[in-house]
C-alpha cells in the first residue's frame, strides 16, 4: 500500500469525517457517499491509499480511523496482536525510543510482506516441480485415456465390433501399466521419508 503523501494526490481517495461521526467518500460518483470503518478495511486490505481528514479542521486523522479498524478487528475476535507485544508497545509510549518505533515497525512489516511474497512464490514454484505435481498430471492423463477408451471414437466406425474391442483391450493394458508405475513412483515416496 502506498503511503499517504508518497502517491500522487490522485491516487489517494479523501474520506472527510463530520461531526455525527459519518464518514463521506468524497471521490464517488454521488454528491456524498456514506462509508464503513469495514469498508475502509477492505480498501486497506486491496493496497488502495486513502487519507480521512476531519471535515471541521481540516485535520488528518487517518491515523486514529485505522487504529479504530485494528481496534474492531481486534474486538471481533480476529485477534492478531499479542498481549506482550502490546504491553511492550504500550511501555515505549513516553520512551526516549518511541520516536524510532514508526519507522521499525514499517520497515519490519516491509521486511515481513517481502518474505511473505517469496515464501508464496518459492511454494508454488516447488509445488509445480514437486513429484505429487507430476503424479497429478499422470493422474489427469490417465483418466483422460480411461474416459476415451469408454467413449465411441469419431474416427472409427462402431462396428466391426471386434477391432474396437481389441483396441479397447490395448488401452486398458496400457492403464494398467501406469497404474503400476504411479504405484512404483508413490512406493519410492513413501520409502524415502
Known amino acids: 500500500m502506498a503511503k499517504s503523501g508518497t502517491s500522487d494526490s490522485d491516487d489517494v481517495i479523501i474520506i472527510k469525517k463530520y461531526a455525527n461521526r459519518r464518514l463521506y467518500n468524497t471521490r464517488s460518483s454521488s454528491y456524498m457517499s456514506y462509508i464503513t470503518l469495514d469498508y475502509l478495511a477492505k ?33 471481533s475476535g480476529q485477534q492478531m496482536l499479542p498481549v ?14 518511541q520516536s524510532m518505533i514508526p519507522q521499525y515497525l ?13 515464501f508464496q512464490s518459492a511454494m508454488e514454484g516447488s509445488i509445480k516441480n514437486s513429484p505429487f505435481a507430476q503424479l497429478a498430471r ?18 472409427k466406425p462402431a462396428s466391426p ?16 501399466a501406469q497404474l ?9 515416496l513413501v520409502d524415502k521419508k
Open 43 to 75: 480498501l486497506t486490505r486491496e493496497g488502495k491509499d486513502f487519507q480521512v481528514v476531519d471535515a471541521k479542521t481540516g485535520d488528518d486523522i487517518t491515523h486514529n480511523i485505522l487504529t479504530q479498524i485494528i481496534m474492531e478487528e481486534e474486538s
Open 84 to 97: 506482550g507485544f502490546l504491553r511492550e508497545l504500550i511501555s515505549m509510549y513516553g520512551n526516549s525510543m
Open 106 to 118: 514499517e520497515a519490519s512489516m516491509e521486511a515481513f510482506r517481502k518474505n511473505q511474497e517469496k
Open 138 to 155: 499422470q493422474n489427469l492423463a490417465m483418466f483422460e485415456a480411461a474416459s476415451s477408451a469408454f467413449s465411441p471414437r469419431k474416427d
Open 161 to 176: 465390433a471386434q477391432p474396437v474391442a481389441a483396441s479397447s483391450d490395448d488401452e486398458i493394458a496400457a492403464l494398467k
Open 180 to 188: 503400476s508405475a504411479m504405484q512404483r513412483k508413490i512406493d519410492d
